[in-house]
T-cell receptor
Framework: GAGVSQSPSNKVTEKGKDVELRCDPI?????LYWYRQSLGQGLEFLIY????????KSGLPSDRFSAERTGGSVSTLTIQRTQQEDSAVYLC??????????????FGPGTRLLVL | AQSVTQLDSHVSVSEGTPVLLRCNYS??????LFWYVQHPNKGLQLLLK??????LVKGINGFEAEFKKSETSFHLTKPSAHMSDAAEYFC?????????????FGKGTKLSVKP
């Protein structure tokens, strides 16, 4: 079946602009996660959604970052007033239910963001 | 708090020789541990996971890992490397202290396979 998809695959923007990154999880998966992969910081957790519960935003690096998940499916990660340090690969993952200890997270190919 | 340390940033082996990628973990609880692989320009793929069942975990593509509580290790091995194994490998621990979904990644080990 179809895996996790993300769009765009690449995004180049100018410093100060807003960007939106999209994630389509695997159909039927109730949990969705965003991570960021950068040279300096490695792979970092950003935010997590589970069903209709309030998201866990504990990994968001600043208030310029926000995410929403509409209808329990598609998610959008928004970065406002982008900075050069936001340049990274943004990865989305989904799993059947919550609970990393039992459920496998399936990752999308990522969106490579470059802020000039 | 949970953490993982991958002891080598880069490992190089010849095709047909064994692979050993080392990982140590720190956890206040019985950990859930994973190995993921990332091929160039591809997404992360789960190789295997340990969730307190058998200590020797078999994964895809001939990889396996052994959970050793006394050594706080979860090293990844393969008896014979293939060229297609060249990729970056991440040791990962589930974060009990954080959100239910939070994975904590090691810095990664880049595996090169020479012909």
């Amino acid at each position: 079946g179809a895996g996790v998809s993300q769009s765009p695959s690449n995004k180049v923007t100018e410093k100060g602009k807003d960007v939106e990154l999209r994630c389509d999880p695997i159909s039927g998966h109730t949990a969705l996660y965003w991570y960021r992969q950068s040279l300096g910081q490695g792979l970092e957790f950003l935010i997590y959604f589970q069903g209709n519960s309030a998201p866990d935003k504990s990994g968001l690096p600043s208030d310029r970052f926000s995410a929403e998940r509409t209808g329990g499916s598609v998610s959008t990660l928004t970065i406002q007033r982008t900075q050069q340090e936001d340049s990274a690969v943004y990865l989305c993952a989904s799993s059947k239910t919550a609970g990393v200890f039992q459920e496998t997270q399936y990752f999308g190919p990522g969106t490579r963001l470059l802020v000039l | 708090a949970q953490s993982v340390t991958q002891l080598d940033s880069h490992v190089s082996v010849s095709e047909g020789t064994p692979v050993l990628l080392r990982c140590n973990y720190s956890s206040s609880y019985s950990p859930s541990l994973f190995w993921y692989v990332q091929h160039p320009n591809k997404g992360l793929q789960l190789l295997l996971k340990y969730t307190s069942a058998a200590t020797l975990v078999k994964g895809i593509n001939g990889f396996e890992a052994e959970f050793k509580k006394s050594e706080t290790s979860f090293h990844l091995t393969k008896p014979s490397a293939h060229m297609s194994d060249a990729a970056e490998y991440f040791c990962v621990v589930g974060n009990y202290g954080g959100s239910q979904g939070n994975l904590i990644f090691g810095k990664g080990t880049k595996l090169s396979v020479k012909p």
